[in-house]
């Protein structure tokens, strides 16, 4: 499976499942719900974990 690196705003990368477009999507999709919705997302290790859209500055694919 492919792999999505997060940039968060506190200067942390976060590495979760799915291609560079799907986790944009999910992060899209959140940030139009309603306020503090959270993007579910599986880290690398499969565990899910909630990111707020807000917090991403940049999405990069981890693979190649």
Avoid: F
Wanted: without cysteine; glycine residues 10%.
């Amino acid at each position: 499976m492919a792999t999505t690196r997060l940039l968060l705003t506190t200067g942390e990368w976060v590495a979760v499942d799915g291609a560079a477009d799907e986790v944009a999507r999910q992060l899209e999709d959140a940030s139009r719900s309603t306020t503090g919705s959270l993007a579910w997302l599986k880290d690398e290790d499969g565990d899910p974990i909630g990111v707020g859209p807000s917090h991403v500055v940049m999405i990069r694919p981890a693979d190649g």
